[in-house]
């Protein structure tokens, strides 16, 4: 028992001094590889040249026993005439060639060779050291490179065809994705086809039928039925026709009513006859003709439109399918296409207008002066008033039908408040139709009471410029404010400090708040981005809208999920604040430095530029819409100054095609959408 305990420690013992023995081999052999190091780069170094501190390359020996490269010592002389070492006078007759430090050199450079040279380069410096290698010898290394060579070749074809191969089956995929969306598209397309052809032909059946009591309300049954044979046969010659313009005349039947009441109180039966005829087919003329200006809108911006409708198409699609699986038992109408619904009202909106017309003009101020610049402009929760204010120090109220219906000369403010800063943003309340609030240059966001011409709040906490104020839409007492001192601060009218303090890390541009919501506000800065915070945890923004290459300077929301900003590059762009997601960028007009203006109205949305011209844009479509500029007769053409002149601010009237538009002369125009 005791041997077989012994006899089972020992090796392990045994093993033990081994290893610390290998161990001591081992540290032993790495000194010594340390002390070779060293010595070998004490070696290198003995072996530099003192001038140039590289490798003696033709050493000469000086008469003071120094070892320099020929060149070095050479050109040394020719400046200077002594020893670089020892300073002790030296000239180039006193220089002999150091033929052993020479030998040394070459050994030297080979054994670097050696170390950091491939295998090719060394074998090829032994060639040309001339080491001597038989036929034979050469014939099998011939034979091996061959060899190697076909190797290298085959796997350099191997890898390039399999790099070939990857990329034709990606692009086989992506085409194959793409065939299938094509397929899809087209599907889409046909069913929407069959559903049009469908639901044309039933309008225009509804409208012979309708057009058909018409003439027999107009007609007498009993002494004019050859004159009704003969209008039936010219109103079926112009049915058949319109049937060929685009979209049908749902409404020409209402025309032809009024037409056929007065032929029948004007003229007989005869005169009657011709009259209506001629009338109708002028009517038709211009519904042909305005369709034809449609198609040529449709036309233009074709790619955008597609781009829309197939939007439209795969996102009904795929909640269809979503639906589907989720109830099996539910059938859809043969052809019937939500999406196309939604598409047709995109294209009908936006073929709709194509221009903008003035309906009115105002100044704001005095002609060619500075302090003309109208920063904000907002109508009132009416839409019967609205406001101007800008650098003037000034808030002016105008009464909107006033400024409609009375003349240019005529056109003076309601009520007019003086402030004691230049204004930069206005805010109606929504509630308290009398409340409007101001931010200023010197930080003051004020509310004003418009009956009284008198200041309700104000609050002095902004540091710096205030840019933006916005009354809550479902929280009347609330309202949020920005500014360059980098800080959101929320407001509340029934007290005298502020509710809530966002700190942020760069200038504040505008604020608002959701339409919907009184805890949820947007926030643009000069740091390129759109924050949107939930007022119940500001430690950090629900999101961060990242696009714009410079300052947000505006941002509006068109519904609840829907916000819109403008930037100084130029642009605008849509987000979908639930989805956290971009949704579209539009381009068209000028903005690199100003405060332009953003206003938005259900689908469209309007800017300025700094080309002195006010923009609209459908939020489908990435192209404008249409544009207006402002011109002034009071102005040459060839001014230098006007070319500085732009568009400072815009505003739409709720639920109607008609804006307000102001630039930095203080010219304010009423502009209407029209065909």
């Known amino acids: 028992m005791v041997e077989s305990s012994i006899g089972g420690v020992v090796p392990a013992v045994k093993g033990e001094v081994m290893r610390r023995m290998g161990d001591k081999e081992e540290e032993g052999s790495v000194r010594d590889e340390e002390v070779g190091t060293v010595t070998e ?85 032994s060639l040309e050291q001339g080491c001597e290698v038989s036929i034979k010898e050469l014939d099998a290394l011939l034979l091996m490179l061959s060899e190697k060579k076909r190797k290298l070749e085959q796997e350099e074809a191997e890898r390039n065809m399999q790099i070939l191969l990857d990329f034709l089956q990606m692009l086989r995929k992506q085409k194959v994705d793409e065939l299938n969306e094509v397929q899809h598209d087209l599907q889409y397309i046909k069913e929407d086809l069959n559903s049009v052809e469908r639901h044309r032909i039933d309008l225009y059946r509804a409208r012979d039928r309708y057009s058909m009591k018409l003439r027999m309300l107009a007609d007498d049954p009993i002494g004019k039925k050859p004159w009704s044979s003969s209008t039936d046969r010219n109103f079926g010659g ?149 406001a101007t204010a800008g650098v003037s120090r000034r808030i002016k109220v105008f009464d909107f039908s006033s400024v409609i219906n009375e003349p240019a000369d005529a056109h003076c403010p309601v009520v007019e408040m003086s ?112 924050h949107y915070y939930d007022l119940r945890n500001t430690s950090q923004p629900v999101h961060i809208f990242s696009g714009h290459r410079k300052a947000v300077s505006y941002v509006k929301f068109l519904s609840n999920n829907e916000l819109a900003s403008a930037s100084t590059d130029s642009t605008l762009r849509l987000w979908d604040v639930k989805d956290n997601l971009p949704v579209r960028t539009l381009r068209g007009h000028t903005n690199e430095k100003n405060f332009v203006g953003l206003s938005v109205n259900n689908e469209f949305l309007s800017c300025g530029s700094e080309t002195n011209e006010v923009f609209v844009y459908h939020k489908a479509i990435s192209k404008p819409v249409t544009w207006h500029r402002f011109g002034s007769p009071d102005i040459d053409e060839a001014d230098e100054d006007a070319g500085s002149n732009f568009i400072s601010a815009v505003c739409w009237k709720s639920d109607s095609p008609t804006m307000l538009a102001a630039n930095s002369q203080g010219t304010i125009k009423v502009l209407v959408l029209a065909a």
Request: hydrophobic share 30%; with cysteine; aromatic share 8%.
């Open 238 to 386: 112009l049915f058949s026709t319109s049937r060929n313009a685009p979209g049908g005349l749902p409404t020409g039947s209402l025309t032809y009513k009024k037409v056929d009441t007065k032929a029948q109180i004007s003229s007989p039966g005869p005169q009657r006859k011709d009259t209506s005829i001629s009338e109708l087919n002028s009517q038709h003329m211009s519904q042909s003709g305005l369709a034809v200006v449609r198609k040529k809108r449709v036309n233009a911006q074709f790619n955008d439109l597609q781009e829309c409708y197939l939007q439209k198409r795969r996102q009904l699609a795929n909640k269809s399918r979503v639906k589907e699986e989720k109830d099996a038992d539910v059938v859809q109408r043969e052809g019937y296409s939500e999406g196309l619904a939604d598409f047709q009202s995109v294209l009908s909106t936006f073929t709709r207008y194509s221009r903008l017309r003035v309906i009115a003009e105002l100044r704001h101020g005095d002609l060619f002066h500075s302090a003309n610049i109208v920063s904000s402009i907002e109508f009132d929760r009416d839409d019967e008033l609205f």
């Open 419 to 530: 402030t004691r800063s230049k204004l930069s943003c206005l805010s109606w309340n929504k509630y308290t139709k009398n409340h409007i609030a101001s931010s200023d240059y010197d930080g003051i966001v004020t509310v004003w009471d418009v009956t009284t011409r008198q200041s309700v709040m104000e609050y002095e906490e902004h540091e710096k410029r205030a840019w933006s104020v916005d009354f809550s839409r479902t929280e009347p007492s609330m309202l949020v404010s920005g500014s360059d001192d980098c800080k959101v601060k929320v407001w509340c009218t029934k007290q005298e400090a502020s509710v809530l303090n966002i700190d942020m890390k760069a200038n504040i541009c505008c604020v608002k708040y959701n339409p919907g919501s009184s805890v949820h506000i947007a926030v643009g800065s000069a740091d390129h981005h759109i």
């Open 41 to 125: 780069w004490e070696l290198d170094r003995e072996l530099l040249c003192p001038i140039c501190m590289q490798i003696i390359k033709d050493a000469f020996l000086t008469a003071c026993g120094h070892s320099f490269c020929y060149m070095c010592i050479v050109t040394h002389l020719h400046n200077k005439s002594d020893c670089p070492c020892c300073s002790h006078y030296l000239t180039t007759s006193q220089l002999y060639p150091n033929f052993l430090l020479d030998k040394l050199m070459k050994k030297t450079s080979a054994r670097q060779i050696s170390k950091t040279a491939s295998p090719v380069e060394q074998f090829r410096h």
